[in-house]
C-alpha cells in the first residue's frame, strides 16, 4: 500500500495516484520510501466517511430493495415453496403400488375390490391435483426468479452509477451500504482502531462474520447478475449480512 504525497490517498498495486494522479515512483534520494508512511489519521478517515455517508444515503431505500431482492431469491433458488407438493404425489404412488400389489397376490371379494377402487380413485385424484399443483408452482418459483433478479441487476445499475458519480474512494465499494459506513464511522471515533483496515477488521469481528463469507457472498451475486447478462454493475454487501438494522418491510410495489 502506498500513500500518495500529493493527496495522501491510500494505493495498492498502481505507479499513479487513483485519486489525483500524482506520480507514486518519483522518489529522490532524501525522500522516505512512501509505502512506509504511516495511514491516514482517523480524524482524515471519519471526514472522508462522513462525505462518503452524505453521499450514499439518499440511496438506502434502493440498498434496502437491493437486498430485499437477494433474500427473495435465496428463497426461490431453494425452489421456495415447490417442494411442499412433493410429499402428497409420493404418497399417491406409494399406495398406487400398494393397491396393484394387492389386486395381483390376492383374491378379494367383488365387494371389497368396488371399495378398493374407490379408494384408488380418490388418491388417483389427488395425485393429478398435486402434480398440477407441483408443475404450477414451478413455473410460479421461475417467474419470480425471473421477476427478483431482474429487479436485483436494475439497483445494481443505480447504486453502481452512485459509486461512479462519487469517484475515488478511500474504502472498497461494496462497503458502500449507508448503515455499514456509519458503524465504521462510529468504530473509527470510538479511538479502538487506528486504522480503515482495522475498523473494517472491527466490523467483521463484531458481526461475527469473515471475510471469506463475504467473498463467497458477493461470488454469488456475481455469478447471479453474469447469468442474468449483466458483467459490469458491481456488487454490494448488505447491512444484514453484518447483523446491523435492516427495514425488514417489502419495498412498496410500483
Known amino acids: 500500500m502506498i500513500t500518495c504525497r500529493e493527496c495522501g490517498y491510500r494505493n495498492e498495486g498502481r505507479k499513479t495516484c487513483k485519486r489525483c494522479g500524482a ?23 471519519n471526514k472522508e466517511l462522513k462525505k ?3 453521499h450514499f444515503t439518499p440511496m438506502e431505500p434502493q440498498f434496502n430493495e437491493y437486498e430485499y431482492c437477494n433474500q427473495k431469491l435465496d428463497f426461490f433458488s431453494k425452489w421456495g415453496y415447490v417442494p411442499t407438493a412433493i410429499p402428497f404425489v409420493g404418497i399417491f404412488f406409494i399406495g398406487s403400488m400398494i393397491l396393484l400389489s394387492v389386486f395381483t397376490v ?16 380418490m388418491y388417483f385424484a389427488l395425485g393429478i391435483y398435486c402434480i398440477v399443483a407441483f408443475c404450477k408452482s414451478l413455473k410460479e418459483n421461475r417467474k419470480n426468479i425471473r421477476k427478483y433478479l431482474g429487479r436485483e441487476v436494475e439497483l445494481a445499475k443505480q447504486l453502481t452509477n452512485a459509486v461512479n458519480d462519487y469517484g475515488p474512494m478511500i474504502i472498497d465499494e461494496k462497503y458502500t451500504d449507508p448503515r455499514i459506513l456509519e458503524r465504521l464511522m462510529i468504530i473509527n471515533r470510538s479511538g ?5 483496515e482495522q475498523a473494517i477488521d472491527m466490523l467483521y469481528h463484531e458481526s461475527g462474520k469473515t471475510k471469506e463469507e463475504a467473498q ?3 461470488d454469488k451475486l456475481v455469478s447471479r447478475q453474469a447469468e442474468f447478462g449483466e458483467t459490469n454493475a458491481k456488487v454490494f454487501c448488505s447491512a444484514n449480512f453484518f447483523g ?11
Do not use: C
Open 52 to 54: 462518503m455517508l452524505k
Open 23 to 45: 506520480s507514486l515512483d518519483a522518489k529522490t534520494p532524501d525522500d522516505a520510501d512512501l509505502a512506509d508512511l504511516p495511514d491516514i489519521t482517523r480524524y482524515e478517515i
Open 244 to 254: 446491523l438494522y435492516h427495514k425488514d418491510q417489502e419495498p412498496l410495489k410500483k
Open 192 to 196: 479502538r482502531t487506528d486504522t480503515l
Open 106 to 121: 390376492f383374491k378379494v371379494s367383488l365387494k371389497l375390490y368396488n371399495g378398493l377402487l374407490l379408494w384408488y380413485a
Open 216 to 218: 463467497k457472498y458477493l
